[in-house]
């Protein structure tokens, strides 16, 4: 199926060469003058060598069709990363390349979307936000909630992220899993 190069995001899966490719970071530039390019990471999924493409936004890139469902997580040992199929309970082992640095998003009954080909995951899909839990960070200083300055923060998962002032340890955060930003406080 081609699609133009400005819609690829990050987990799409891309036919070059009669090869596949996971999209591991997709960026759009539209320069003042000349024209607009798509820049993009990708990791080939044969032997996980990492290659880097520019297109023209509007050029025909083949996407490949490849099955995609939501998976409970369920615990990682020695094999990979272990998923659960929520319908037919069929169970499905990840490898450490595809789950890569997002595995401190991974906590027992997430909800996570896996791309597979021919049954083997090639890649998996955090959801957009994630609530975790401060572990601890810099006290507040008075005076200084009024201002928009962030302080560093460890979550309970041993992700570091910038909080605002008024955010103390054990306070339950939303984060942004794209980037890794803070979004809200949990209102839970």
Not at 57 to 67: H, P, S
């Amino acid at each position: 199926m081609k699609v133009i190069a400005s819609s690829l995001r990050k987990g799409n899966v891309v036919e070059m060469d009669s090869k596949l490719y996971v999209v591991l970071k997709a960026e759009n530039f539209h320069p003042g003058k000349g024209t607009p390019t798509t820049s993009v990471d990708m990791r080939r999924i044969s032997d996980g060598v990492k290659v880097s493409e520019r297109w023209r936004t509007t050029e025909m890139v083949e996407k490949a069709v490849v099955d995609e469902r939501e998976y409970d997580f369920l615990y990682d040992d020695a094999e990979g990363y272990h998923f659960m199929e929520p319908e037919t309970y069929e169970q499905l082992a990840v490898s450490e390349e595809v789950v890569g640095d997002d595995k401190v998003f991974l906590k027992e009954g997430i909800k996570v979307y896996l791309r597979t080909y021919e049954g083997v995951a090639i890649a998996l899909e955090l959801p957009m936000r994630v609530t975790v839990e401060i572990d601890e960070t810099e006290p507040v200083v008075k005076g200084q909630t009024a201002s928009s300055s962030y302080k560093p923060a460890m979550c309970t998962n041993g992700l570091r992220v910038m909080v605002p002032p008024h955010i103390g340890a054990g306070t339950r955060i939303v984060i942004n899993t794209a980037d890794n930003t803070y979004v809200e406080r949990a209102k839970d």
